[in-house]
C-alpha cells in the first residue's frame, strides 16, 4: 500500500513539476470575432460566425450555413474533404466536401436505437466518433452502413471535450482524460486536474485549465506547461509545433520549442 502511494505522488509530481515548453510570438493578426476551428499547415482557417461556418484561404472564403437547424454547436475538419458539422439542438450531424457542399445529413433521432449524441469527432473512412449520452458510451459510427463499428465501455462523469484524428478518439471527462482506439478499447487514462478543453494534432494533445496550457506529448504521460505571456485564451490550436490562440480580437501565432 505504501509502495502504491510512493507511485502515486511521483505521478501527480510529475504531471506539475516539468519544464516548461518555451512559446516564441511570431505573428499577432487582428481578426474579427468569431469561433475558430481550425487553421491547417497552408494557414487555411476554418470557423464560424453567426452560425456560418466557413473557410478561408489566402485567395477566397467559401461559407455554409442551415438556418433550419439552427447554431452549429461544434464543427471538425481534421478531414478537410470531409468535414463534419454538429447540431446539438436538433441531434443531427452534416458532412461537406472541401467545397463546403453538403454530401450527407445523419439524423440521430431516426436512428434505431435512437441516439442521443453530446459530441461528434471524424473518424476513418466513413465513420463517426458519437458519445451517446443516454448510455454514456463512446461509439465509431459509420453514417453509410448506419452501423456501430465500435462501443467503449460507459464512463462515469461528464464529457467537456472531444477530439480524434483517423486512429484513436480523446474523451475528457471530470475525471480522466481517456485515449482509446478504432476498437473502441481504452489505451490510456490520465486523471483530470482540472482541465475543461483539449486541442489534438498528431496524436499530441494541448489541455486547459483556467487561463494556462499544457502539452501532453503522444505516448508519454508526462504534462508539460506552456510559457507564455499574459493573455485571454478563448480559443487555442495546435498545428504541428505552432500554437495559436485567439483572444476575441487578436489571432497569436505561437512557435512551440519542444526537446
Known amino acids: 500500500m505504501k509502495h502504491c502511494i510512493y507511485i502515486l505522488s511521483l505521478i501527480s509530481f510529475s504531471v506539475f513539476g516539468q519544464q516548461q515548453i518555451t512559446a516564441t510570438l511570431k505573428s499577432t493578426t487582428p481578426i474579427e470575432q468569431q469561433t475558430l476551428i481550425g487553421i491547417d499547415n497552408f494557414g487555411t482557417r476554418y470557423s464560424i460566425q453567426q452560425n456560418i461556418f466557413s473557410k478561408t484561404d489566402n485567395t477566397s472564403t467559401l461559407t455554409y450555413s442551415n438556418i433550419q437547424l439552427g447554431s452549429i454547436s461544434t464543427a471538425n475538419a481534421f478531414n478537410p474533404l470531409k468535414i463534419n458539422l454538429f447540431y446539438k439542438n436538433f441531434n443531427t450531424a452534416i458532412i461537406l466536401d472541401n467545397r463546403l457542399a453538403e454530401i450527407f445529413k445523419i439524423d440521430f433521432n431516426t436512428k434505431q436505437p435512437y441516439k442521443n449524441v453530446s459530441h461528434i469527432s ?138
Not at 475528457?172 to 490520465?190: A, D, R
Not at 478563448?234 to 501565432?253: A, C, G, K, S, V
Open 122 to 259: 471524424t473518424g476513418y473512412d466513413n465513420t463517426l466518433w458519437i458519445f451517446n449520452q443516454d448510455n454514456q458510451q463512446l461509439e465509431l459510427y459509420d453514417y453509410k452502413a448506419d452501423k456501430v463499428r465500435a462501443t467503449a465501455v460507459p464512463v462515469q462523469s461528464n464529457v467537456l471535450d472531444m477530439k480524434s484524428n483517423y486512429n484513436y478518439c480523446w474523451l475528457l471527462t471530470e475525471n480522466h482524460l481517456y485515449t482509446y482506439n478504432y476498437f473502441g478499447s481504452v489505451i490510456s487514462k490520465l486523471k483530470n486536474n482540472g482541465f475543461t478543453e483539449m486541442s489534438e494534432n498528431n496524436g499530441n494533445i494541448m489541455l486547459k485549465s483556467d487561463q494556462k496550457l499544457y502539452y501532453l506529448s503522444k505516448d508519454s504521460e508526462v504534462l508539460s506547461p506552456i510559457n507564455l505571456p499574459e493573455l485571454l485564451i478563448n480559443r487555442f490550436l495546435l498545428t504541428n509545433e505552432t500554437l495559436y490562440i485567439y483572444d476575441d480580437e487578436m489571432l497569436h501565432q505561437f512557435q512551440l520549442k519542444i526537446n
